[in-house]
């Protein structure tokens, strides 16, 4: 051998063997052609099987097709820093390597040395997964804050006008009597929206969301007597049907959103010469439960504004009490826990929206 690369293994030999850094020597035929005891015993193959099969073997499948990529970068002779992939140990654990590699075209050689950064994936992966679900939760208490603020105002806007009915007149007692018993319902339908906004928020922190067999008909009569003002001065007239779905599983907060806010909008969006009809039946069909709810109201130019219904500050009536927030409260609650929503309407003819719930 000659005097020089003897002197070089002697010299090479004892940090090749004993490194606690993983080396390798691969060739350009896509075999390991040398591998150090650190490497061996962290792969977990014995050095037959390290050196009997192509290095792809033993790279992760989803890896596979980057590694040959930038392996043929090292064939053109360029040097390859802070590439990492994954690696099946014989375990059939998968670890991450971060690899540094220069090649030697003239020995069809490269040398690489490898470092462990499983640890820090998983950090990593840990970190991204609590970003997403803070993220998540910051999302959760947004909607909850918009429905909170705009849902209170139907209930709030309620008990106002029964206030404003009081008659301080003698003889008028019997009536008076009649308006306080309704502002005292609304103010309770009112305290038990706040407790459920509450439970709402336990919710979030918990990051559940709650979901119970709900009574269609109650969480119906809840919110009527809560805006029963609004109904009364409207004239609006109700067709309810349960019998084809009396109840559903979901969140008893949120569907006392949905009631509300698609009650009031076909309110607030009546025609003025017609008084509101509004007609909520369910129904299973297909394995599925689904609730509609149709008016005879303004309605919608679906052509115009089909595909920004249920988005969040849009108006589509000149309305001085519109948010733009109701329908993305709406949509919100149903499309978060896995249903869907469609609407079909024509201007002057009246809405239709049809919630398909979660199977």
Known sequence: MNPVLKAKNILLDPFFDLSIDYLCVAGYDGYFKRINPAFVKFLGYSEDELYSKPIHNFIYEEDRNLTALQREGLV?????????????????????????????????????????????????????????RLSKMNQQLKRLNY?????????????????????????????????????????????SSLNSYVDALKENESETVGLVKVCLREVFEKVQKSISSLIKNSNAKFCVDFSGMESVYFNMAYMESIFLNLITNSIKYMRPDVSPEIKIISFQEK??????????????DMDKVGGLIFSLNQRFHDTKDSKGVGLFLVHSHVTSLGGTIDVDSKVNEGTTFTIKFKS
Not at 154 to 180: A, F, T, W, Y
Request: charged content about 30%; overall charge neutral.
């Open 76 to 132: 053109k002779n360029r040097p390859l820093v802070n590439f990492e992939n994954r690696y099946v140990c014989k375990s059939g654990e998968l670890v991450w390597l971060h690899w540094t590699s220069i090649p030697l075209k003239e020995e069809q050689l490269v040398y690489a040395i490898a470092k462990d950064i499983t640890h820090k994936k998983n950090m990593e992966s840990e970190r991204i997964s609590h970003v997403a």
């Open 147 to 191: 429905t909170t603020s705009h849902d209170l105002r139907s209930p709030v806007n309620n008990l106002l006008s029964l206030v404003d009915m009081i008659d301080c007149k003698s003889g008028k007692e019997e009536e008076n009597r009649r308006i306080l018993d309704y502002i005292k319902q609304s103010a309770l339908g009112l305290k």
């Open 287 to 300: 394995g599925e439960g689904i609730l509609t709810f149709s008016d005879n109201g303004l309605g919608f």
